[in-house]
Structure formats: C-alpha cells, structure tokens
C-alpha cells in the first residue's frame, strides 16, 4: 500500500539557518507529490507540488523540493529560515488508481528560534 | 472573500448528539472532500464527491454521513457524534483540470469539534 513518511514530528532551527524537512514515499507507480503548510489555526496551502518534468520544483515562500526515486525522497528545503516559517507542515502523495485522492504523511511541526 | 468556507469554525456537543458540519466554496470546483485531522496523524480522508450525483466513502467513513446540496456545498454529519470523532475538520476542493489526479486540493479553514 502507499505510504508517505516524514522523519521528525518535530523540527527545531535557529532563524537564518538551513530548513530541512523530510519525506519519503513508496508508490507503485509515478508518483504525484505535494508539500502543504498548515499556519496556527489556519486551513491547508500548497506549498509546491511535482507532477512531472523536472526533478527540482520551487514553491512559494523560498521552499523547494528536489523528487529523488532512487531515494523515493521528496525532502522540502529552505536556504534560510524565517521566524514566519514556523508551521506545521505535510508531505502528500496522490494515491494509485483513484482521482486526486491525497495521503497525507503525519506531519513535521517547524520551529524557528530567535 | 475566502474561497472555500466551513461552518461552524468551533463546535461542542454531546455524545449522542446529531451535528452538521457544513462546507461552500466559490471556487467552481467539481471536486470536494472531507478529512478529519488528529495530532500525529494527519489528514485522512473521510468522504469525496466528484460531482453532485457521486458520492464516495474514504478511508474513515464510518459514523459519518455526507450530503452534497450542490456543486458549491457539500456537508458533513455525525448522526450520533462519540468522544473519539473529536478533531479538526477540513473540507478541501479541486478542480478536474486537463488531468485531475494533478489537481491541487484548496482546503477551508477548518471547524474544530470537540464531543463530551
């Protein structure tokens, strides 16, 4: 079955420094990926999204992806982090043979410290 | 305006209580769904409907009914709401595009319900 895992409930980093969240997926077939961010007390929005063509796929806000499937990865990165980025934030995967349906990892909190 | 609107934000009840959670979207999108969110779990799909004649279970439909009025609005109730349906309830829309499945999903801003 499909499956979207990210590793770290929990991500803490000073402001200014490297944004690293992580996801891998397991898909029988090519995958769709998509990142969401979830602001305190606020709906879901997409972040970036690959379908297919290129591998690197930038999003709003600084944050990028780069699809790996050897690696069956789908990490989010941002060069430096803001204190605006502190959020919660899920790795999704359209599921095989349905219609747009997501599943969703369980999600990584963001910290951002002064 | 926000696109996609849900009704009530928060909601209390009582165990055995029938409620209705209602979703409106002005979007234009064929597609809605409804997910459930708990901490450390995610989001997981408890109904979707592609149009207004098709209605389809997700992956924890049980004790959940929905009802889709009209393209723009589709509700969710819990017909005898139990402690354990306490959570954070998104509805989400999508539009079918060139190719559905790639179609991003617009999510409201949540009612937060909570079942004594």
């Known amino acids: 079955a499909q499956s979207v895992t990210q590793l770290g409930s929990h991500v803490s980093v000073s402001e200014g420094a490297l944004v690293l969240l992580r996801c891998n997926y397991s898909?029988?077939?090519?995958?769709?990926l998509f990142w969401y961010v979830q602001y305190p007390n606020q709906g879901l929005q997409l972040l970036l999204k690959y379908t297919t063509g290129a591998t690197l796929v930038k999003g709003i806000n600084g944050f990028e992806a780069e699809f790996k499937k050897s690696e069956t990865s789908f990490h989010l990165t941002k060069p430096s982090a803001h204190m605006s980025d502190a959020a919660e934030y899920f790795c999704a995967v359209i599921k095989a043979g349905s219609q747009g349906n997501l599943i969703f990892g369980k999600g990584t909190k963001l910290s951002v410290k002064p | 305006d926000a696109d996609v609107t849900q009704t009530p934000r928060n909601r209390i009840t009582k165990t055995g209580k029938r409620i209705m959670l209602e979703c409106s979207q002005t979007?234009?999108?064929?597609?809605m769904y409804w997910y459930r969110q708990d901490p450390g779990l995610g989001l997981r799909l408890i109904y979707y409907?592609?149009?207004?004649?098709?209605?389809n279970k997700g992956e924890i439909s049980d004790g959940y009914s929905v009802s889709r009025q009209a393209q723009a609005k589709f509700s969710l109730s819990l017909e005898s709401a139990i402690p354990n349906q306490t959570a954070l309830y998104f509805c989400?829309?999508?539009?079918?595009?060139?190719?559905?499945?790639?179609?991003?999903?617009?999510f409201g801003p949540g009612t937060r319900l909570l079942v004594l």
């Open positions: 409907s592609f149009d207004v004649k098709d209605i």
């Open positions: 898909s029988s077939v090519p995958p769709y």
């Open positions: 979007k234009g999108h064929d597609r």
């Open positions: 989400a829309t999508s539009d079918l595009g060139t190719s559905g499945r790639k179609e991003t999903q617009y």
